[in-house]
């Protein structure tokens, strides 16, 4: 696939939660990490599907701004594993203590040439779970809260299970379209499963004839015309343009001619040019602070309108917060 992305040896080996991790990618300041084992191809397979997910037009802007701020303060990343439950695995969930993280990717479950493709591919799945779970659910909580009685979401979903029920019924209703039965996951699980479906089902991946029988246990309608006419209130949610959420199904294939954060990302503190691989401008005065994509110190000085340059060509490629005085913004280092 052509992904343009480089994969970089991991610069927070340091971090214990991390420290198994030798892959890295940079999207738009989140972050893929991945074991030396896992091949290169997957790895930037995983940072298309977020790249697409997050700028589904593709033109090398985030389609929200404000959800690429909350996924970049809660240092949003994607780890990947060689196998479920090996060592890297262990040692990642017990020392990490973000709130970025609300999926985790298996290389045996990746397949680049089948993208979110049901049984072949899990990476549209994942990734998008993680974004919904640290973006969307945090800055439109009132559409996207995972809580009973507490969101567009959870009013969608409990008519689409026929009913609201905080434990698995036996048998559900009926009328239920939506019918997962794992008894490991709770009422939350539920609604950001619910809303996975929804989303994969309006992008058109699981419309064919196979994938419709496989899922048949677990969720009926599998077109996007099935989930407009029998999922009302879910089909409203997902295509309201307020949240920008994905209508595109990813291909796996992200190369735009350039790649920019927009400049209200964050607070609107001005920067320029964004992305530069040499100095960078910003406006203001007062101490300055340039944390890396997982809120590492980079660079603190002092500027003012006699010297607000700052020297950039040592930075490594990727993404990069800076703050002053308040006021935050992205900046990319090409």
């Not at 809580?147 to 029920?165: I, Y």
């Not at 709770?186 to 609604?191: F, K, L, P, Q, V």
Request: hydrophobic content about 40%; charged content about 15%; aromatic content about 10%.
């Amino acid at each position: 696939n052509n992904v343009c992305f480089a994969v970089q040896a991991n610069p927070n080996s340091s971090v214990l939660a991390l420290s198994a991790f030798t892959k890295y990618v940079d999207v738009f300041g989140c972050s893929i990490y991945a074991e030396s084992t896992v091949p290169d191809e997957k790895v930037l397979h995983a940072a298309a599907i977020w790249a697409e997910l997050i700028d589904n037009d593709e033109d090398g802007i985030v389609d929200d701004p404000a959800l690429l701020a909350e996924l970049i303060a809660n240092q949003a990343m994607m780890p990947i594993f060689a196998s479920d439950g090996n060592a890297a695995m262990t040692t990642f969930e017990n020392n990490y203590n973000g709130n970025g993280v609300a999926a985790v990717l298996w290389q045996t479950e990746m397949n680049p040439s089948t993208p979110g493709y049901w049984g072949s591919d899990a990476t549209v799945e994942e990734v998008m779970h993680t974004i919904n779970g640290v973006g969307q659910v945090n800055i439109y909580p009132a559409a996207f809260d995972f809580s009973p009685n507490s969101s567009l979401l959870s009013a969608a979903m409990d008519v689409a299970r026929g009913g609201q029920f905080l434990s698995i019924p036996n048998p559900y209703p009926s009328s239920a379209w939506y019918h997962y039965d794992d008894a490991t996951c709770d009422y939350g699980c539920m609604a950001i499963e619910y809303l996975y479906w929804m989303l994969v089902t309006n992008m058109g991946i699981l419309n064919d004839t196979p994938t419709c029988n496989g899922i048949a246990n677990e969720w009926e309608p599998c077109s996007p015309a099935l989930l407009q006419s029998m999922d009302v209130l879910g089909h409203a949610l997902i295509t309201n343009p307020t949240y920008k959420l994905p209508q595109n199904a990813p291909d796996g294939n992200y190369c735009p001619a350039s790649l920019s954060v927009p400049e209200n990302s964050l607070n609107g503190l001005k920067i320029y040019p964004n992305p530069s691989n040499e100095v960078l401008f910003v406006e203001g005065d007062g101490l300055i602070t340039i944390m890396d994509s997982v809120g590492k110190q980079i660079l603190s000085k002092q500027i003012n309108a006699e010297s607000k340059m700052i020297d950039v060509s040592s930075f490594a490629k990727g993404s990069y917060t800076i703050f002053l005085n308040g006021n935050s913004s992205v900046f990319i280092k090409d």
